[in-house]
C-alpha cells in the first residue's frame, strides 16, 4: 500500500515508534527491506538517495519502487534521500514518489528556506511529503570513514528557535536533524544529545529524523525515539550485512552464477533490516 510519509509518520506518532527508512540502491535492497516489513506486518519507507544514482538511475528503479510498493500488504512509502538538486526531486515528484527530501543544508539559512519553500509548495499540490534538513552531519551520504576530527560536531547541532522558525516559515512534514549522529560507519560509538532532540520536537511539534541510524546502540534508538524521532534512516549496516553474505558466498567457491551471491545478499540484509524493525517498532 502506497503511503505518503505524512501518513506513515502518523503511525509512528500515535505508537510512540519510529519508521525506519532504508536505502533501496537495487532489486535486492528494494525486496530485502519490503520483504522484511511484510514479514514482521511493519510499515516502512524504502528511499532512493541522489548519490546513489550512479548504481541506479531513478527512472529504471523509482518506477520499481512505487510498483513494489502499490504491491506490498504493508504501508510503504517512496522516499527521495537527500534530493540536492532540483533536477532530482522533479523527477521523483514526476515518478509517483511520495516522499522527498529537499536537502540544501549545506547552503546559507535563506537558501535553505527559500528552496525547501519552493518543493514544499510543488510537492503538497501533488500529495508528496516533504522533508528538510536543519543543522549539518559531519559527512556525506556515501562517506564511510571520513575524518572530521578537526570540526566539532556540536557546532553543527540544530537549534530549537531556528528550527521553529523554519518549520513554520516552509510547511514542512518531517525535519532532518543534527544531534551526533553522522553518516557511514562509526569509528567509535556516537554520543547523542537528547535534549536537542527534545526542544526542537517541542519548539516545531513536527516528526524528526535521525540519519546516520547505522551503529546507534539500542539504548540510543530507544531514548532517541522516546524524545521524539519519528523516522530513522538505516543502511550502512544493512549493506555491510548484503557484503559479507556475497563475499562468503564467493569465497566458498560452490558457485559462478552472480544471481546465487545477490539471493545470498538479499537474504543477509533482509535479515538485518528485520532486526533494525523490530528495535524501532518496539516489537
Ligand atoms: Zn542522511
Known sequence: MLVNLKEILKIAEADKTAIGMFNATGFDSLQAVVGAAEELNQPVIIAHAEVHNVY?????VGPAMVAVAKNAKVPVCVHLDHGTSLD???KALRLGFTSVMMDASALPYEEN???????????????VSVEAELGRLVTGEAGSGENHAEMKAEDFYTDPQEAEAFCKETGIDALAIAF????GFYTAQPKLDFDVVKNVAKATGLPLVMHGGSGVSEEGF???IANGIRKINYYSYMSKAGYT??????????????????????QAMKEDVKKAIKVFSNK
Open 56 to 60: 541506479n538511475d531513478i527512472s529504471m
Open 222 to 224: 530507544k531514548k532517541s
Open 113 to 127: 528556506l527559500r528552496l525547501t519553500k519552493m518543493i514544499v509548495e510543488a510537492a503538497h499540490a501533488m500529495d
Open 180 to 183: 551526533g549522529t553522522a553518516h
Open 88 to 90: 532530482m526531486v522533479y
Open 245 to 266: 553474505a556475497a563475499k562468503t558466498v564467493i569465497e566458498s567457491g560452490k558457485t559462478n552464477y552472480l544471481h546465487d551471491v545477490e539471493y545470498a545478499a538479499m
